[in-house]
């Protein structure tokens, strides 16, 4: 996939000027238009494994409203691999914002119940799905797998040549992005900078090992990064009116738009940080937008989201 160059856009905000600190974002929801920020940074080296080899197809798992299944299905499309979306849920989500487009896509989707989803990481549950495609190239949900980590570390590399700055900070699902940026920094051979990822599921401390499991050899022995999961705002999808309200706020100051799924509880723990004095006197900060707004799409299907507070569908999640 050809590597266009995410710009870097500085914030005004009022707090920033009250608390004296820089605070820039990495524009990755610009990289493409439908192949949504790490996503695409994630599925790059997975895509170029799957083409310099003989596989029928590519399989992955996800969600029904999930990011990575509607990157996935368009990149597969782009590339003419046939691709199938092993996704949570029933039959009738299958009409959804997010599965419907994977579909037009051509994305076969397979689903399967809440428990038998479970499995997903499971090594005979795998060996059930290859038997039933063979020859598919599987891909872990969320595209999180070692594939994943040269293409996110790719990030460091463009930050060093367009800024110099103090910490970055990423929101955090399964991991494979944070995993991605630490590893990157630490093969960066530069000052290390602080890593802060913002988890925004709920009890997410176990994903601190399965972060260490992706890392790079290098950068295994690297404790310049944190783990953040007091910002989840109740769990994985869920948020107040409020914390709807603070986000829209913060879009309407910044003019970049951030959603309340990831990159939102990303800003909102910003905010909370800033006031508890959490950084530094003229601090230089980096936040990766890591995309992800076609989610909107579904939180306004069904009526959890306002469309008017939103950009139009007809600009998120579609060519
Ligand atoms: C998938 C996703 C994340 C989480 O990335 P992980 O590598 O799974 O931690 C963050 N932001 C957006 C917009 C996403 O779609």
């Known amino acids: 996939m050809h590597n266009p160059l995410s710009i870097l856009q500085k914030l005004e905000h009022p707090l920033f000027d009250k608390y004296n600190l820089d605070v820039r974002v990495k524009r990755d929801d610009l990289l493409h238009n439908i192949i949504s920020g790490n ?19 590519a399989l992955t798992f996800g969600g029904s409203y999930s990011n990575h299944i509607h990157a996935f299905a368009y990149a597969c499309k782009q590339q003419n691999i046939p691709c199938i979306g092993v996704i949570r849920g029933e039959a009738n989500y299958a009409s959804n914002f997010t599965l419907s487009w994977a579909r037009h896509w051509g994305m076969q989707c397979h689903f399967v119940d809440r428990k038998t989803y479970r499995r997903r990481f499971e090594t005979s549950f795998i060996g059930e799905l290859k038997a039933l495609y063979p020859n598919y190239f599987v891909i872990p949900e969320g595209g999180s797998n070692s594939l994943a980590i040269p293409g996110v570390a790719e990030i460091l590399t463009e930050l060093n040549n367009q800024v110099d700055f103090d910490t970055l900070m990423t929101p955090v699902g399964s991991g494979g992005t944070l995993a991605g940026l630490i590893s990157g920094d630490s093969a960066a051979n530069q000052k290390q900078h602080k890593i802060l990822g913002i988890a925004v599921l709920k009890q997410a401390e176990y994903l601190i090992d399965d972060i260490k499991c992706l890392l790079t050899d290098e950068a295994k022995n690297h404790d310049n990064w944190q783990l953040l999961t007091n910002f989840h705002r109740g769990g994985y999808g869920k948020f107040s009116a409020d914390d709807v309200k603070r986000i829209i706020t913060f879009n309407q100051q910044t003019g970049v738009c951030f959603e309340p799924i990831y990159s939102g509880k990303m800003v909102l723990a910003l905010l909370d940080l800033i006031v508890q ?34 950009p139009p569908l007809a600009k998120i999640g579609n060519q």
């Open 39 to 57: 996503k695409w940074r994630k599925l790059k080296y997975n895509l170029e494994q799957l083409k310099a080899n003989d596989y029928q197809g």
């Open 277 to 310: 004095g959490y950084f530094k006197q003229q601090e230089r900060i980096v936040l990766l937008h890591t995309g992800g707004l076609q989610g909107l799409g579904g939180m306004i299907e069904q009526d959890r989201l306002d469309a008017k507070d939103w």
